[in-house]
C-alpha cells in the first residue's frame, strides 16, 4: 500500500459526459501529480500541483482540469469525455516541490490508479 | 530533450534465476533522479527503487538493486532469485527539470513486459 488513495477504482461513462476523479496523497506529501496511461501513448505526465498551486503542466487537454485543496487532496475534472480519453489515470504524491535527486526520500508514489471507460 | 529507453519490449526468466531490466536515459542536466516501478496486471504502479545522479553506491532494495552506469547512462534493474509474482510490467523513470526549477514530473520509458516461469 503505498499510502496514496484513488477514487473511484472503475468508471463507465458516456462520450459527452463530466467525471471527476479524487486523490488523497500520503500523509505529509505537499505535492499531487496526475498521470494519465493508455495503450497508445503510454505513461504521460498531466499536471502537479504543490501545497495548493500548480507547479507544472504538461500533456493536459483544455476539457481536463484539476485542483488540489487546502486539505491537500485533489481532484481530476475530465469534461465532454470521448471515446479517446478511456485510460488509467494515476494519482502519485511525494513531499517536496522541487526534487533533490540525490535524496531518496523524494521519491514518488502512485495510487491504484482510476480505471475510465468512456463508451 | 530528456529521454527513457527501454529496449526489450518482453522477457522471460525462470523461476530463482536473475534478470536484467535495461534502461538507458538521455538528459543534459547532472542532477536528476532514475526510478523502476513495477506494474502487475490489476494495474497499480508500485515503487521498486530510486537512484540518484550524485549518489555514489548503487541503490539497493531487498531482491531489487539498479545498476549505475552514468557514463554510458544506463540505469539497469537487477532482479535477484525471481518469483513467479515478479511477473508484471516494468517501467523505468526519470525525474525531469533543471537545479530549481525541477517540477517533480517523470518521465517514463515504454516498459518491459516480465514474465517469470515456474
Redo the contacts between chains.
Keep these: 500500500d503505498?499510502g496514496v488513495t484513488q477514487t473511484p477504482k472503475h468508471l463507465i461513462t458516456a462520450t459527452g459526459q463530466r467525471v471527476t476523479l479524487r486523490c488523497s496523497p500520503r500523509s505529509g506529501d505537499l505535492?499531487v501529480?496526475w498521470?494519465q496511461q493508455s495503450l497508445d501513448q503510454?505513461?504521460q505526465?498531466l499536471i502537479?500541483y504543490y501545497n495548493g498551486e500548480e507547479?507544472?503542466k504538461?500533456n493536459i487537454l483544455e476539457r481536463f482540469s484539476a485542483q488540489q485543496f487546502p486539505d491537500l487532496h485533489s481532484e481530476l475534472n475530465l469534461s465532454s469525455l470521448e471515446l479517446g480519453d478511456s485510460a488509467?489515470y494515476?494519482c502519485?504524491s511525494?513531499v517536496?516541490?522541487?526534487?533533490?535527486?540525490?535524496?531518496?526520500g523524494?521519491?514518488?508514489?502512485?495510487?491504484?490508479?482510476s480505471?475510465l471507460t468512456v463508451v | 530533450a530528456q529521454k527513457i529507453t527501454q529496449t526489450q519490449p518482453g522477457m522471460f526468466v525462470q523461476e530463482k534465476e536473475a534478470v536484467t531490466l535495461d534502461c538507458t536515459y538521455d538528459t543534459s542536466d547532472p542532477?536528476?533522479?532514475l526510478?523502476w516501478?513495477k506494474q502487475p496486471s490489476?494495474?497499480?504502479?508500485?515503487?521498486l527503487i530510486?537512484q540518484?545522479?550524485?549518489?555514489q553506491q548503487n541503490?539497493t532494495e531487498g531482491r531489487y538493486s539498479l545498476n549505475f552506469q552514468k557514463a554510458r547512462k544506463s540505469a539497469n534493474l537487477v532482479i535477484s532469485a525471481s518469483q513467479l509474482g515478479d511477473s508484471a510490467m516494468y517501467?523505468c523513470?526519470m525525474?525531469e527539470?533543471k537545479g530549481?526549477?525541477?517540477?517533480?514530473?517523470?518521465?517514463?520509458g515504454?516498459?518491459t513486459t516480465l514474465q517469470v516461469k515456474p
Design positions: 503505498s505535492s501529480y498521470y503510454g505513461l505526465f502537479q507547479r507544472a504538461g488509467l494515476f502519485a511525494s517536496a516541490r522541487d526534487s533533490i535527486p540525490s535524496t531518496s523524494n521519491t514518488i508514489y502512485f495510487g491504484e490508479g480505471w | 542532477s536528476y533522479g526510478f516501478y490489476s494495474g497499480e504502479m508500485i515503487f530510486y540518484g545522479s550524485y549518489d541503490a517501467f523513470a525525474r527539470g530549481s526549477s525541477n517540477t517533480g514530473k517523470l518521465i517514463f515504454q516498459g
